[in-house]
């Protein structure tokens, strides 16, 4: 590996690097019919999904659900996504994007909400894992924002700026955790969110990771 330029990316995992829609969906609808709601599509799914989930949920009850009703969903939405995502694969031209930036003497890490013990032996599976300098998932509740856990994050970088570094993700909540850390961002349409709601967060928005990797690369000079 080349001598680093300074420029980082800090890529999203779910519905970014992983594409993983149908199982999100199935996994989805499985925790609705826990709780009588009528199964939803990938088009209404990203209208509608924000970050806490919680409120995710209040926009389709009318109301933020309670505690018990909150575990039972994420209970079941843990165990059929699971059992679901063994299905799912990278993104279209991932492998290549990422050994392109390592190569280049760019350094570049994962950050995900997916539960750090099942995130990290999955990147292993895929043989991507050395591409990175750091690979962090969640630990302790799921639902909450990324924004903290994106500064202990930077923080951990030896020799990472916040300032020189390009957060790539699907949600809108990847720019808000960028820009809490004083990093830029930018957001792909082939996840979680539409388009329409993406915009709304005030950074690049692209449909392929390939010119999302070229914007990081301009806001990163």
Not at 2 to 11: E, F, K, L, N, Q
Not at 118 to 129: A, D, N, T, W, Y
Not at 145 to 161: D, N, Y
């Amino acid at each position: 590996m080349r001598t680093r330029t300074g420029a980082h990316i800090v890529w999203d995992w779910n519905g970014t690097l992983f594409h993983d829609n149908d199982a999100i969906i199935e996994a989805t609808n499985a925790a609705f019919a826990e709780l009588g709601l009528a199964p939803i599509t990938l088009e209404r799914y990203r209208t509608l999904y924000c970050v806490p989930v919680p409120k995710f949920y209040e926009r389709l009850l009318g109301r933020l659900p309670t505690d018990a009703e909150w575990q039972v969903m994420d209970e079941t939405f843990q165990r059929h996504y699971t059992e679901r995502r063994a299905r799912c694969g990278l993104a279209d031209g991932v492998a290549e994007l990422l050994a392109g930036w390592r190569s280049a003497g760019r350094s570049q890490s994962i950050l995900s909400m997916y539960g750090h013990e099942e995130l990290v032996p999955l990147v292993r599976r895929f043989g991507i894992e050395t591409h990175f300098i750091r690979v962090d998932g969640r630990t302790g509740p799921s639902g909450g924002s990324k924004a903290e856990h994106m500064i202990r994050h930077l923080g951990a970088l030896t020799g990472v700026e916040p300032a020189r570094t390009v957060v790539i993700g699907d949600a809108v909540d990847d720019a808000t955790a960028a820009r809490h850390a004083g990093a830029r961002a930018v957001l792909y349409t082939g996840g979680s969110h539409s388009r329409s709601s993406l915009e709304r967060a005030g950074v690049p928005v692209v449909d392929t990771l390939a010119e999302a990797v070229e914007e990081a690369e301009r806001l990163a000079a």
